[in-house]
């Protein structure tokens, strides 16, 4: 197995040839996807999606379509229990016999538990923890070239601090073997290759 150290600086060529191989995934994989504000988070979902046909589960989604647009990232808390019972509905109600890529769940060490309940229940491996990291001040500056509603300075703060928390009750939870930290200001293509090798180093 390549040491995890080298899997994330390999050099851009050698990540190409891994990307135009055309590999797809032998057996069930459950991904966390985690990352600050801008990270490119959203873009490595949708790498995954289409490159393992993985689908994504995203909790802020989720919740907006059970509760409606107005309730988008506004009345539920990622940390609320309820979530956990829609989560759970929505996998009995979908096919997700060969796995997914799960954005914003979970949020707590006791989402972290039942997560692993259902994904032994789906008879799927446990999870692994894809970070995608940028450092804050990357995040404050990317989200302010993006300019959208949620991108004030303020707003940010806050999602940043729920990320940090995060990602602390990750590192507490899981292995440091089920946890990949990417570095996030590479290019694109670099970071997706990255991931790409990660997966298939594991399922070797």
């Known amino acids: 197995m390549i040491p995890r150290r080298f899997l994330i600086g390999l050099p851009g060529l050698f990540l190409a040839a891994w990307m135009a191989a055309g590999q797809t995934l032998p057996a069930p994989l459950v991904i966390v996807l985690i990352g600050p504000p801008a990270s490119g988070k959203s873009t490595q979902a949708g790498y995954l999606n289409k490159k393992y046909k993985l ?88 989200s302010a070239k993006r300019g959208g509603p949620d991108d004030n300075p303020e707003i940010i703060a806050m999602r940043l601090r729920e990320y940090h928390q995060e990602m602390d009750m990750l590192r507490s939870y899981y292995p440091e073997a089920d946890i990949w930290t990417i570095d996030g200001t590479r290019p694109v293509r670099g970071v997706s290759a990255t991931i790409r090798l990660l997966i298939e180093d594991r399922l070797e």
């Open 55 to 142: 689908p994504i589960i995203s909790i802020e989604e989720l919740v907006a379509e059970r509760m409606g647009e107005d309730a988008k990232g506004q009345d539920l808390h990622r940390g609320d229990p309820a979530i956990s019972g829609m989560l759970r509905e929505h996998l009995r109600v979908s096919d997700y016999r060969h796995g997914f890529v799960l954005d914003g769940y979970p949020a707590t060490r006791e989402q972290a538990g039942f997560l692993d309940e259902l994904v032994q229940e789906m008879e799927l491996p446990r999870p692994i923890v894809v970070q995608i990291h940028v450092k804050d001040q990357v995040s404050h500056e990317r």
